[in-house]
C-alpha cells in the first residue's frame, strides 16, 4: 500500500535525520575499553621498568669481562696485521650495530666499513679484497643472509671474526677468531627484542676498537684528522695562522705615536688594543684598554702623552704556527682578551683577540 505525506512532513524528517547525523559525529562510539594505555601505568612504574632494563644490560655487560680472554687477543692480533680493511657485517639489529662498530674502527685508526650481507650476495661481495679481516655480528651464529655468504668468505681465504651469542653456531665454528657476547637474558620482558644482546654486541666492539687504538699509538691529533670538522678537530688542527689578522687590520703605531692617535687607531682596527713598533717592525710593546684606563687615572694628557710612556712593554705573544687553542690557553692563563702574532725574528706579523676565537669555534 502506498504511503502519502505532505512536503512539510517531508522536511521535518530530513531534518530529524540530519541532526542525528551530527550528534554521531559530534559523539562517536566510543571503545568498550575506556582506559588508554598512558592510563593505566603509574609514573612510578614507568621508573621502576626503565631502571630493570639498564639492571638487566648492566649485567649483560659485566658477563662480558670473562670473555676478555686469549680468543679476544687473537681477533685483535688479525685486524692489527690486516693489510686491508676491516670488514663489518650483520644482519637486522646486528646489522645496525655492526654499522657502529665499523665507524668506531674508522675513527679510531683501524680502516674499516660495512657491507650489508643481503647485498654482499647480490655484489657487494667484491668489495671484500684478500688484504682484509671479516668481522660477522649475529646473535644466533645462524642468521640465514650470514650463512649465504660464509662460504664466499671462506673461499677469499680472509680472517673471519665472529662475535655471537652461541659458541656451536654455523657461524661460529667457521670464525678463525669467535668471541662469545651471549647474555643472561634481554631486557624486553617478552625475551624477543634484542635489547641486551645488542648492547653486549656494541661493548665488545667498542673494546676491540679501543684496544685497537691503544696498540696503534693512536693521538688525539689522528681523531681530530678524521673529524675535522667537529669541535676537538678545531682546536687539535686549526692554528693561529689560520685565523689571525694580518696587514692593514693588524693595529701598530710607533712608540712616539701620541696617545691620542693610538686611540684613534685602536678604534680603527676595533681589536681593543695596538702594537707598537719600531722602524723595522720588531715588536716593542702593547697598549690596551686596560693601559688607557691607569692612564686616565693618572691624569695624562692624550694629546701630550707619547705612546711609550704608557704601554706594557714584556707583552704575552705567540707565534703563527702554534695552534688556536694554544693562544685560548694563554688568554686564559693571563686574563686577557687579545694577543700579538710575531715571527722568529721577534717582527709583528699579525694579531688576534678573544672574538677571533669564538667565530672559529675554538672556545
Not at 660464509?150 to 673471519?160: D, M, S, T
Not at 712616539?256 to 682596527?269: I, N, P, V, W
Request: hydrophobic share 40%; glycine share 6%.
Amino acid at each position: 500500500m502506498a504511503v502519502y505525506t505532505t512536503p512539510e512532513k517531508l522536511i521535518h524528517l530530513m531534518t530529524t535525520l540530519n541532526e542525528m547525523e551530527q550528534d554521531k559525529i559530534r559523539s562517536p562510539l566510543k571503545d568498550t575499553d575506556t582506559t588508554s594505555p598512558n592510563a593505566r601505568v603509574t609514573d612510578g612504574r614507568l621508573r621502576e621498568l626503565a631502571l630493570a632494563v639498564l639492571a638487566t644490560e648492566a649485567d649483560a655487560v659485566e658477563s662480558l669481562k670473562e670473555r676478555i680472554d686469549e680468543t679476544f687477543t687473537k681477533a685483535c692480533r688479525y685486524m692489527l696485521a690486516c693489510e686491508g680493511r676491516v670488514v663489518v657485517t650483520g644482519m637486522g639489529k646486528s646489522g645496525h650495530i655492526g654499522n657502529k662498530v665499523a665507524a668506531t674502527l674508522a675513527s679510531t685508526g683501524t680502516p674499516a666499513f660495512f657491507v650489508h650481507p643481503g647485498e654482499a650476495s647480490h655484489g657487494d661481495l667484491g668489495m671484500i679484497t684478500p688484504q682484509d679481516v671479516v668481522l660477522a655480528l649475529s646473535n644466533s651464529g645462524e642468521t640465514e643472509e650470514m650463512i649465504t655468504i660464509l662460504p664466499l668468505i671462506k673461499r677469499l681465504n680472509v680472517p673471519l671474526i665472529a662475535l655471537t651469542g652461541n659458541p656451536d653456531s654455523t657461524l661460529a665454528k667457521a670464525a678463525n677468531a669467535h668471541i662469545n657476547v651471549k647474555v643472561p637474558k634481554e631486557a624486553c620482558p617478552l625475551g624477543l627484542a634484542p635489547t641486551s644482546s645488542t648492547t653486549a654486541a656494541l661493548a665488545m666492539g667498542d673494546a676491540l676498537a679501543v684496544s685497537l687504538l691503544e696498540a696503534r699509538g693512536f693521538t688525539a691529533e689522528d681523531f681530530a684528522r678524521s673529524h675535522p670538522g667537529g669541535r676537538l678537530g678545531r682546536r687539535l688542527l686549526l692554528l693561529i695562522d689560520d685565523l689571525m689578522h694580518t696587514g692593514e687590520r693588524v693595529p701598530q703605531v710607533t712608540p712616539e705615536t701620541a696617545l691620542a692617535d693610538a686611540l684613534m687607531e685602536m678604534s680603527r682596527k676595533g681589536l681593543g688594543m695596538t702594537a707598537v713598533v719600531d722602524q723595522k717592525q720588531r715588536l716593542l710593546g702593547v697598549f690596551t684598554d686596560g693601559d688607557l684606563r691607569r692612564a686616565l687615572d693618572r691624569n695624562v694628557d692624550v694629546h701630550r702623552t707619547k705612546v711609550r710612556d704608557v704601554m706594557t712593554e714584556r707583552c704575552k705573544t705567540v707565534h703563527p704556527q702554534q695552534l688556536a687553542a694554544e693562544a685560548l690557553a694563554v688568554m686564559d692563563e693571563h686574563k686577557i682578551n687579545a694577543l700579538l702574532v710575531i715571527d722568529d725574528n721577534e717582527q709583528l706579523v699579525g694579531a688576534l683577540n678573544m672574538h677571533d676565537l669564538l667565530r672559529a669555534g675554538v672556545v
